[in-house]
């Protein structure tokens, strides 16, 4: 049983990445929103994305912070639903 779940999450691993998503921000520039929570994405990645996808810059849309809860089989795990938005310079 143990190795089933380690194995799956070795596999959940490989989602990990930050995947930007392209759209034409508030000044008609190219846009990018990102998921920086879950499955090992953490905000600091969405940045180092940002300036991957953006090697001029960027400016900062939006950003959001909002709990969620998921429930287990031991009650609500709370955990953080972090997404950003970047416009490239």
């Known amino acids: 049983m143990r190795f089933a779940l380690v194995l ?6 490989g989602c990990a990445s930050v995947e930007p998503q392209k759209f034409v921000g508030p000044s ?11 499955y090992g994405r953490t905000v600091a990645e969405c940045f180092k994305r940002a300036g991957e996808v953006c ?3 960027y400016n900062v849309v939006s950003q959001t912070n909002a709990p969620i809860g998921i429930p ?7 955990m953080s639903d972090d997404k950003m938005a970047i416009e490239c310079k």
């Open 8 to 13: 799956g999450l070795l596999a959940l691993s």
């Open 28 to 38: 008609g520039k190219t846009a990018y929103t990102m998921d920086c929570a879950g």
């Open 72 to 78: 287990t089989m031991h009650g609500l795990m709370i």
């Open 55 to 57: 090697p001029a810059g």
